[in-house]
């Protein structure tokens, strides 16, 4: 999941010239990906470094857009709706830096963190246009054949 913010300070529109707040532009993106990745391995015991490189296929699933208004300690939705003009497929590259950690000859287990950021520019149905990233850590457990 994607989420960004964008924020407008002053003076919320159509209110009184006492009250000041925030508007609060919230664009929300849930995608799936498929990784494509290269992996460097530094060690031959149990416990080895690992490096990724590579590409993601990401597919969008859902996306929504939501607009608050924040003013006199109180918060009011004004708008929330589902996007339909965002594109459905983007590109990421990829890496990653962890530990792979042996169990057995077949059996290992991963931590990797990594970070993956978008080729492609994001249109999202303004005039607003945003590069998606995203940042986490992979866990996992390996079998080999």
């Known amino acids: 999941m994607h989420q960004y913010y964008g924020d407008t300070n002053g003076g919320v529109s159509g209110s009184p010239v006492d009250r ?3 508007t609060y532009f ?3 993106y849930h995608q799936f990906g498929f990784a494509f990745e290269l992996n460097a391995f530094v060690g031959k015991r149990k416990l080895r470094m690992i490096a990724s490189a590579g590409l993601v296929a990401n597919f969008l ?4 857009t939501t607009i608050k208004l924040s003013y006199d300690e109180s918060e009011e939705v ?23 950690y042996a169990l057995s000859q077949r059996v290992s287990f991963r931590a990797e963190p990594s970070f993956r950021y978008g080729l492609e520019k994001m249109c999202i149905g303004t005039p607003i246009t945003a590069y998606l990233w995203n ?3 992979n866990l996992g457990c390996y ?3």
């Open 143 to 145: 079998f080999r054949l």
């Open 78 to 100: 004004v708008y929330s709706s589902q996007l339909e003009e965002a594109e459905s497929f983007n590109l990421s590259a990829l890496i990653s830096l962890g530990a792979d």
């Open 135 to 137: 940042a986490g850590i």
């Open 20 to 22: 000041h707040g925030h």
């Open 26 to 28: 919230i664009f929300n």
């Open 61 to 64: 699933a859902d996306e929504s």
